[in-house]
Nanobody, 120 residues
């Protein structure tokens, strides 16, 4: 059984910063790409940032220059440093990871989500 557990969401004023963390645990052989998605009310879930096992990153245009994704392969964790937050960043943020766990091969796993609210 594999679990992704997120932490670090909350309420922040515009221009502020938050750091999200996600830890993968369970029967893990290897982790390929890891990433963060978000879903605002009434909108589809969208990719925010992703990082490969080799450290190559990809960002949504809306967060480039403000958000930074990083991972610790030894600890099976991924983080998202969010700076210069805007009200439009308000959403439920979800951790995602492609994990090889036992004989079933690689599949995607999701965390439970953590709420980020940017408001004055």
């Amino acid at each position: 059984q594999v679990q992704l557990v997120e932490s670090g969401g909350g309420l922040v004023q515009p221009g502020g910063s938050l750091r999200l963390s996600c830890a993968a645990s369970g029967s893990i052989f290897s982790i390929n790409a890891m990433g963060w998605y978000r879903q605002a009310p009434g909108k589809q879930r969208e990719l925010v940032a992703a990082i490969t096992s080799g450290g190559r990153t990809n960002y949504a245009d809306s967060v480039k220059g403000r958000f930074t994704i990083a991972r610790d392969n030894a600890k099976n964790t991924v983080s998202l440093q969010m700076n210069s937050l805007k009200p439009e960043d308000t959403a439920e943020y979800y951790c995602n990871a492609h994990i090889a766990s036992g004989p079933s091969g690689v599949r995607g796993y999701w965390g439970q989500g953590t709420q980020v609210t940017v408001s004055s």
